[in-house]
């Protein structure tokens, strides 16, 4: 353990044109009887990031904008299609290997909803000691013992409660109980799915307060996936925003909200609702997201952006250096789209 | 004075248990003028759902009203026939639900269902009522509103359909619609619009609303004047601006403390301590006092009633002198 929550250099994990493509097609006769082709969904499209040690870099972006895709490629749940994933410095291939169960036992994931991703016939001390013994991490049962009894009181639960079944806890205790998990077989790096959407506003608050401050005691590194820009805001490091299955705009965080480049990011930061209620006049957002299954050719934001000339329509955006990070948008790269001062 | 469009008066309601009832919402009064916004917010399981189900009648058993009353332009509606109710529901009380997938039918076209609706309330050809329901999806936003009437709900987008369930809502001209969760299901950027529209829709309409949420967010864009409900009470309400810029209840300014925005420079949120009590065993007094710091003896033992002060009615015995003092001024 470290007691330095400090940000390195170095990275952590390295993503490289990660592309994962669904077949949806409809089955094979209706296909012959209505002639139609097979059809292909790009979930998520030549995705690159690099997370470094000890910081939370969040994705943020709407349904069906591949967030969750991705932490299951990362947590190797799902095969990527195309694409790199290097986990510090070495490739991540699920093929069961001595080599990758090493690997395996450095990170961990908490997912969405704590009703569905705890067993409910088993007792909560055996649900926490499961990765360590999986992992192979620790044998000797009275070590075990000691190990859930330390992980629940880091997670703000009592040593009496492994003894209790799920249904006896309330959601926040039940994501308590997920995260005493993750932590169980002392991981580095944590990918966190919506791990709050399933939970009321103060309990959210409870969770949140606890997973930053388990990050500055035992120097965990983070990929914190959301929908809820606030929520984001507070945790991360730095955000990436996805739009349709591809990043738009990486950035420092605290900068991405002063000066958000990319227009979909200023869109989605207009469209949060103004608790301060500063009098913000929250702008008209205009229609919604694409059917993913034949995204418009370009960039795929054109057909919502203010901005779209005809090179939106025909190019795809490559990545452009901004003062804050990257984003991939021609008129960022052309000048042409005045800068916006946020409030906040 | 006028007697205010909506009144309900100590509803209570309870589910019967093995050990005796349970008692979900508890004592809450409040009244809405015609015209007028109020949200209801509030965590899961504190009632406010409950409280929209009663006043439109669809409580579902064994739920059930234990007592208090329900008044609907100075007439008692929360004891009719289930047939009276009928012609109330839809005609004077308009319902939006939060998922708008469950709540249009699949089989029919959307003009069938609003055609449906229009012509069980009001007096009008089918001819009149297809023009009324193109006009009302218009209104509500839906591009080439005269073709796609005639589409199912499924080839609409979430959006879309939410606009669909507002235009029902809608349709009979009522006095009050009742939006529960409206935006919950829906992302951020669709979020917006469609709360523009549920506002602007029923300003237009004349209609008054009541807000139920649990996002504080929605409820500053949206209403004038909140009740912040816990454990099936109401611990404040009053005008949405005093309570967001300047909450007196402990839980509310708990709350809004709780909820991360994107002005706070702070690296930790408030955060108040355990969850809000099970039905079956709610603290006497108030019911928040074990989550309380500024809890006292007096709060362990009596239950606060609704103190008025500074603008709105706050349940908080921290409160009581303030009253006292108000009132010898």
């Known amino acids: ?344 | 004075m006028t007697t205010p469009l909506l009144s309900v008066r100590n509803l209570v309601i309870e589910f019967p248990n093995r050990h005796g009832p349970l008692t979900a919402v508890d004592g809450v009064s409040f009244d809405l003028e015609a015209g007028e916004i109020l949200g209801v917010v509030g965590e899961s399981g504190a009632g406010k759902s409950l409280t929209g189900s009663a006043i439109i009648g669809l409580l579902d058993p064994p739920g059930r009203i234990a007592s208090g009353e329900i008044h609907l332009k100075g007439e008692r509606i929360d004891n009719l026939r289930p047939e009276d109710m009928r012609v109330i529901r839809g005609r004077r009380i308009g319902m939006v639900f939060q998922d708008p997938l469950t709540s249009l039918n699949p089989l029919y076209t959307i003009a069938e269902q609003l055609i449906e609706t229009i012509r069980t309330h009001l007096r009008l050809s089918e001819r009149e009522a297809r023009q009324r329901a193109i006009g009302l999806l218009d209104d509500v936003g839906i591009p080439a509103a005269s073709r796609r009437i005639d589409d199912y709900p499924h080839q609409f987008s979430v959006g879309m359909r939410q606009r669909v369930v507002i235009a029902l809502a809608l349709a009979a001209e009522p006095e009050l619609v009742i939006a529960d969760e409206p935006t919950t299901a829906l992302d951020v950027s669709v979020q917006a619009q469609i709360i523009d529209v549920l506002k602007e829709q029923c300003t237009q309409h004349g209609a008054s609303v009541i807000l139920i949420t649990h996002d504080m967010g929605v409820i500053a864009e949206t209403a004038d004047r909140v009740a912040v409900m816990y454990s099936g009470r109401i611990a404040e309400i009053g005008p949405v601006r005093e309570i967001i810029k300047n909450a007196k209840h402990p839980y509310t300014s708990g709350l809004m403390g709780s909820i991360p925005t994107l002005a706070q420079e702070e690296d930790r949120l408030v955060q108040i301590p355990g969850a809000m009590p099970r039905l079956s065993d709610i603290p006497p007094g108030c019911a928040f006092n074990p989550r309380c710091e500024h809890a006292f003896d007096k709060c362990r033992v009596e239950r606060p009633v609704l103190i008025p002060v500074d603008n709105r009615e706050v349940a908080c015995w921290l409160y009581e002198d303030a009253e006292a003092s108000e009132a010898a001024r």
Not at chain 1, 80 to 99: H, K, N, T, V
Not at chain 1, 253 to 260: G, N, Q, V
Not at chain 1, 283 to 309: L, M, Q, W, Y
Request: glycine share 8%.
């Open chain 1, 1 to 344: 353990m470290t007691n330095t929550p400090a940000v390195s250099a170095t990275p952590l994990l390295q993503v490289s044109n990660l592309t994962r493509v669904f077949d949806v097609s409809k089955p094979w006769l209706n296909r012959l009887i209505e002639r139609e082709s097979k059809q292909f969904l790009r979930a998520v499209d030549n995705v690159s990031f690099e997370i470094r040690k000890g910081e939370t870099l969040a994705l943020v972006g709407e349904s069906g904008s591949g967030k969750s895709t991705i932490a299951k490629m990362l947590v190797g749940l799902l095969d990527p299609s195309e694409g790199a994933i290097l986990f510090d410095d070495q490739p991540m291939i699920m093929d069961g290997s001595e080599r990758m169960m090493d690997l395996r036992k450095r990170f961990q994931m908490i997912f969405q909803s704590p009703y569905a991703s705890l067993n409910p016939r088993w007792k909560v001390a055996d649900i926490i000691a499961e990765p360590m013994i999986v992992l192979g991490v620790e044998k000797d049962s009275a070590r075990i013992g000691a190990r859930v009894d330390e992980l629940l009181g880091l997670v703000g639960l009592s040593a009496a409660d492994g003894s209790k079944f799920p249904h006896e806890f309330s959601g926040g205790q039940r994501q308590r109980i997920a995260i005493a998990r993750a932590l169980s077989s002392n991981p580095e790096f944590i990918v966190c799915d919506e791990p709050t959407s399933a939970l009321d506003v103060s309990v959210q608050a409870q969770i949140l307060n606890l997973m930053r401050d388990l990050q500055d005691r035992l120097g965990l590194t983070y990929l914190f996936i959301s929908h809820d820009l606030s929520v984001v805001r507070h945790m991360a490091t730095r955000i990436g925003v996805l739009y349709l299955g591809a990043l738009v705009e990486i950035a420092d965080s605290k900068e991405l909200f002063k000066a958000p480049q990319h227009p979909y990011t200023r869109m989605l930061l207009d469209a949060v609702p103004d608790l301060e209620m500063t009098g913000r006049q929250r702008k008209e957002v205009e229609g919604e997201i694409p059917n993913p299954i034949d995204p418009p050719s370009g960039c795929t934001f054109h057909p919502r952006c203010p901005f779209a000339n005809d090179r939106c329509k025909r190019e795809v955006p490559g990545w452009t250096p901004t003062r804050t990070g990257v984003t991939a948008c021609h008129g960022v790269e052309e000048g042409r789209i005045p800068q916006a001062a946020m409030a906040g």
